[in-house]
C-alpha cells in the first residue's frame, strides 16, 4: 500500500515535470536580465545642454529649465501669467526616452531599441508632419483668436523619443510649433 503511493506520488510528479517544462517552453521562458539590451545612458546635464528657451517665456522672466529623471529625463519650466506684468505666460516640457531591446527567446521575436522607440511612436495617432529630418508627428490647440496656442510635438531617431508640450500666450500656432520642432531636435543631438 505505501509502495503504491510512493509510485503513484513519483509517477504524478514526473507526469507536472514534463507538462511544467512543455507548457514553459510553449509560453516561452520569463525574460531574464540578460535578455533585455539596456536603454542609453543620458547625459545628467541634458537640459542645460538643450539651452537657453529664454527667447520662448515671457519677456520678465529669469526662468530656467528645470531637470528631473534618470533613465527618462524630463526638462520643465512654467511661468504664470500671474507673476507677470503684462498677460502672458507659457509652459514648456521636454521628455527625453531612450529605449532598450529585447532579445528573442522560446517562440518570440527579438526587438532592437532602435524597434521598441518606432513602437512608441508609431502608438501616438497624432498627425504626421512631413519635409523633417527624423519621423515627427503633432497636435496643436489654438484658441483666443490664434494667440493661445498649445502644440505637442513627437520626433523619433533610432532609439529615442522626445516629446515637447509647449503652450503660451500671446504666440501664434506656427510659431509655437516651430519652436517646439526646434527644441525636439536640440535635445536628440544633445542626447548623442
Known sequence: MAGRMVRGTAIACGVA??????????????????????ARALPADLCSRIGDVSVLLPKATNAKLTQTGAAEITCAVRVSERTQPTFS????????????????????????PDEMAKAAFDRQPWPVVN??????????????????SRV??????????VQV???????????????????????IWESK
Request: glycine share 10%.
Open 89 to 112: 505666460g507659457a509652459e514648456l516640457t521636454i521628455r527625453i526616452t531612450p529605449y532598450s531591446g529585447r532579445r528573442a527567446g522560446a517562440g518570440e521575436s527579438s526587438f532592437t
Open 152 to 161: 505637442s510635438v513627437l520626433v523619433h531617431r533610432a532609439d529615442l523619443v
Open 17 to 38: 515535470a514534463v507538462a511544467g517544462l512543455g507548457i514553459g517552453f510553449a509560453v516561452g521562458q520569463p525574460v531574464q536580465s540578460e535578455d533585455v539590451q539596456p
Open 131 to 148: 519635409d523633417r529630418p527624423y519621423p515627427t508627428k503633432v497636435e496643436k490647440i489654438a484658441r483666443a483668436g490664434g494667440m493661445d
Open 165 to 187: 508640450d509647449y503652450a503660451a500666450h500671446p504666440i501664434d500656432l506656427a510659431t509655437a510649433q516651430q519652436a517646439a520642432q526646434v527644441l525636439a531636435d536640440r535635445a
